[in-house]
């Protein structure tokens, strides 16, 4: 059975850094591409991040480029989302995915067939 748990949302200052972690169990991690999503209330899902299933190609919006890093560490099936400089606007529920694919599709929902259930990360001073 696939699942994928987030962990490590919460409360931080603007400015401030979170780490997610996505646990994976149930497939062979490195077999796939792993994208991160958020959803702030009111608005649609965003996608964030991408990484590929070597770790050799990942991919950011925008909005996060520059801020946010995405890795992962197949041999213990988790991948993270280093999150620094944090601002208001990056307030959401974050999910990891994971694609039927090796590669990513840019920060599309593009073959993400299984999804976490979401951490709520809040950055409010």
């Known amino acids: ?70 890795s992962r560490d197949n041999a213990k099936n988790t991948v993270f989302l280093q999150m620094n400089s944090l601002k208001p606007g990056d307030t959401a529920v974050y999910y990891c995915a994971r694609s039927d694919y090796f590669s990513c599709a840019g920060t599309t929902t593009y073959g993400m067939k299984y999804w976490g259930k979401g951490a709520l990360v809040t950055v409010s001073s």
Do not use: M
């Open 1 to 70: 059975q696939v699942q994928l748990v987030e962990s490590g949302g919460g409360l931080v200052q603007p400015g401030g850094s979170l780490r997610l972690s996505c646990a994976a169990s149930g497939f062979s991690l490195g077999n796939y591409a792993i994208g991160w999503f958020r959803q702030a209330p009111g608005k649609d899902r965003e996608g964030v991040s991408c990484i590929n299933n070597s770790g050799g190609s990942t991919t950011y919006a925008d909005s996060v480029k520059g801020r946010f890093t995405i």
